[in-house]
């Protein structure tokens, strides 16, 4: 059985940084793509950054492109998120998905090739 478990979710001020980190058990982690999604209360969910299963690569959504930084350690079995200048539009439910394959897909954050998923846990990011 597979389990995604976010934490690292908090209260912070505008221009505060948080780090969000996730495990998944059940799955071999290192040959998946992981992925980091959030959502606000009355919006849809949206795709915040990708990793392919090495690392390597990385995708990011417009509008946290140069303050969050997606990363991953295979041998611990961890997704990271650092979330550096925080806004306050950034307040949402942050969760955490493994994907299918290995590599980030086209559309990937309208969560293609995505299949696991965490809980989510909450960032809220005070004005």
């Known amino acids: 059985q597979v389990q995604v478990v976010e934490s690292g979710g908090g209260l912070v001020q505008a221009g505060g940084s948080l780090r969000l980190s996730c495990t998944a058990s059940?799955?071999?982690?290192?040959?998946?793509?992981m992925g980091w999604f959030r959502q606000a209360p009355g919006k849809e969910r949206e795709g915040v950054a990708c990793?392919?299963?090495?690392?390597?690569?990385?995708s990011y959504v417009d509008s946290v492109k140069g303050r969050f930084t997606i990363s991953r350690d295979n041998t611990r079995k961890t997704l990271y998120l650092q979330m550096n200048s925080l806004k306050p539009e950034d307040t949402a439910m942050y969760y955490c998905?493994?994907?299918?394959?290995?590599?980030?897909?086209?559309?990937?954050?309208?969560?293609?090739?995505?299949?696991?998923w965490g809980q989510g846990t909450q960032v809220t990011v005070s004005s």
């Open positions: 059940g799955l071999t982690f290192a040959d998946y793509a």
């Open positions: 998905a493994a994907a299918e394959y290995g590599y980030c897909l086209t559309g990937w954050s309208y969560a293609t090739g995505f299949r696991y």
């Open positions: 990793i392919h299963w090495s690392g390597r690569s990385t």
